[in-house]
């Protein structure tokens, strides 16, 4: 059984900043990619940022040089960090993994969930 545990949303004001964090657990043997997508109400979800096990990041146009994606490898963990968050960047973000346990090899897996809303 995996698991994908986030913490870190809430409500933020425009400019400001917040720091989402996700953790792996369960019986992994090894961790290929993760990351964050997220789903704003009335549209698709879509990739804010990945990294994969050997460093290489993507992030989404709209994010660049604004959100930092760093990994853990030991812990199986993430961490994004959003600076200058707009209003924009409301939606409902969700960890992503594609791992590898002793059943299945590179499958992807989804986290609940955790809401980020941008509002004065």
């Known amino acids: 059984q995996v698991q994908l545990v986030e913490s870190g949303g809430g409500l933020v004001q425009p400019g400001g900043s917040l720091r989402l964090s996700c953790v792996a657990s369960?019986?992994?043997?090894?961790?290929?990619?993760m990351g964050w997508y997220r789903q704003a109400p009335g549209k698709q979800r879509e990739l804010v940022a990945e990294?994969?096990?050997?460093?290489?990041?993507n992030y989404a146009d709209s994010v660049k040089s604004r959100f930092t994606l760093s990994r853990d490898n030991a812990k199986n963990t993430v961490y994004l960090q959003m600076n200058s968050l707009k209003p924009e960047d409301t939606a409902v973000y969700y960890c992503?993994?594609?791992?590898?346990?002793?059943?299945?090899?590179?499958?992807?897996?989804w986290g609940q969930g955790t809401p980020v809303t941008v509002s004065s």
């Open positions: 369960g019986s992994i043997f090894s961790v290929y990619a």
């Open positions: 992503h993994a594609v791992l590898s346990t002793a059943t299945v090899v590179n499958n992807g897996y």
């Open positions: 990294i994969t096990s050997d460093g290489n990041t």
